[in-house]
């Protein structure tokens, strides 16, 4: 089963995913898709506010995050990590847990980003936004940093989070039933 949809002009098909019994969800793989990558960001760009800082979580908005600052000639973006490197110091960590992972993550932000971000205009990136579980930890990481939240954005918005009117999004995602209907 899958889901075909239209984002940014570019039409694909995701396949459909169970959650639990009950629910299924569209995946959404930005990875490898260089069309998709630089269609979306070039969309999110048109809706985003003057910012000096884009920061996304580890993984799968670091593509997407990535070609937003090359788009925009900015010469770095930041990214919470899912667990602290060797050359991370000064760290900032927060959990998290988020529909498409098993158990609970930690991110962490290095203490050179935090610093880099103080007192700057911030937007927040995202593949997907469903639970807005990891965008609320994003949140707690630049809010600590002293960072100023001036947008979150994603590609999609899922579920629930269709009806936020907090974030920025492109299209949006429904969430299934298991013989592949939408969940009214």
Do not use: W
């Not at 959650?19 to 969800?25: G, P």
């Not at 990214?79 to 760290?91: F, G, P, Q």
């Not at 911030?122 to 997907?128: G, H």
């Amino acid at each position: 089963m899958h889901y075909t949809m239209n984002i940014a002009g570019c039409e694909r098909n995701l396949p459909l995913c169970p959650v639990n019994e009950n629910l299924y969800i569209g995946a959404f793989v930005i990875f490898g898709d260089v069309e998709l990558t630089e269609a979306c960001a070039r969309e999110l760009l048109k809706r985003a506010p003057e910012h000096d800082v884009l920061i996304t979580a580890e993984s799968k908005g670091i593509p997407l995050v990535y070609e937003m600052a090359r788009q925009n000639k900015e010469n770095r973006y930041l990214i919470a990590r899912k667990a602290a490197k060797l050359y991370m110091s000064n760290v900032f960590t927060t959990k998290v847990n988020s529909i498409t992972t098993a158990k609970e993550q930690t991110l962490c932000l290095d203490g050179a980003d935090a610093e880099f971000m103080k007192g700057k205009r911030v937007v927040i990136v995202d593949d997907v936004i469903s639970t807005g579980e990891s965008l609320a930890a994003i949140e707690t990481l630049v809010n600590h940093a002293g960072g100023n939240i001036v947008a979150k954005m994603a590609i999609l918005a899922e579920g629930d989070a269709q009806n936020r009117d907090d974030i920025i999004y492109l299209e949006k995602l429904p969430v299934f039933n298991p013989d592949g209907t939408v969940k009214e």
